[in-house]
């Protein structure tokens, strides 16, 4: 079974569409994250949420919007997508202020 | 702005000797480290942590050193494998109460065990 599960893996799409990305993590954590890969492969957190709420939210455009339902789930969806939105998008999963979280395997997306 | 630098892209070592990592940080809030390991086609995978009390922490093969006055921790493998094969990332907070499990990564260092 895998711990933390991203939808779908790759996603390639147009520039000025709407997309999401699922996330889903059956390890009973309590906080969820996400974490954008870029092209000079660093990797920078966009959110955090702990129990449905949302704790950080980096400087990231307001087009970037998480959407946690339950403590299991934490979905991204991006409006308007942009050139520079490419990227690996990184779901993970861990207990309050731990640090020794788990990650997804990953989202690559392409906008073109 | 970086505040943790790995300054080595790639590592290239034989099977059964040492592999060294570097890791350099600029902020003297950062008082958690951690180390990655990553597969292609997945995400990356706790390795081993050290607190900023701490300038030593071992697992199996894995031994980090950490050098606060000198903002620099490595992380030593010993001895490599071809699993071992990976990019691994070193990461650091500024402190377990405060930042809600917000990691600073660097960008990786490839590493490469020959046989």
């Known amino acids: 079974d895998t711990a933390v599960s991203q939808t779908p893996k790759y996603l390639v799409t147009q520039m000025g569409n709407d997309k999401s990305i699922k996330c889903e993590q059956n390890?009973?954590?309590?906080?969820m994250y996400w974490y954008k890969q870029d092209s000079k492969k660093f990797l920078k957190i966009m959110f955090s949420?702990?129990?449905?709420?949302?704790?950080i939210n980096e400087t990231v455009p307001n087009r970037f919007s998480p959407k946690s339902p339950d403590k299991a789930h934490l979905n991204l969806h991006i409006n308007s997508l942009e050139l520079g939105d490419s990227a690996v998008y990184f779901c993970?999963?861990?207990?309050?202020?731990?640090?020794?979280?788990?990650f997804g395997s990953g989202t690559r997306l392409t906008v073109v | 702005d970086q505040q943790v630098k790995q300054n080595s892209p790639s590592l290239s070592v034989q099977e059964g000797r040492i592999s060294i990592l570097n890791c350099d940080y600029t902020?003297?809030?950062?008082?958690?480290f951690l180390w990655y390991k990553k597969y292609p086609a997945e995400g990356p995978t706790f390795l081993i942590s050290i607190s900023s009390i701490k300038d030593k922490n071992e697992d199996g093969r894995f031994t980090v050193f950490l050098n606060k006055s000198a903002k620099h921790l490595s992380l030593h493998i010993v001895p490599s494998q071809p699993g071992d094969s990976a990019v691994y990332f070193c990461?650091?907070?500024?402190?377990?109460?405060?930042?809600?499990?917000?990691?600073?990564f660097g960008a990786g260092t490839q590493v490469v065990v020959t046989p």
């Open positions: 949420y702990n129990n449905k709420e949302l704790i």
């Open positions: 902020n003297s809030m950062f008082d958690y």
């Open positions: 990461a650091a907070s500024k402190g377990i109460a405060d930042s809600w499990g917000k990691l600073q």
């Open positions: 993970a999963s861990g207990y309050g202020q731990s640090y020794g979280y788990t």
């Open positions: 390890l009973g954590h309590d906080t």
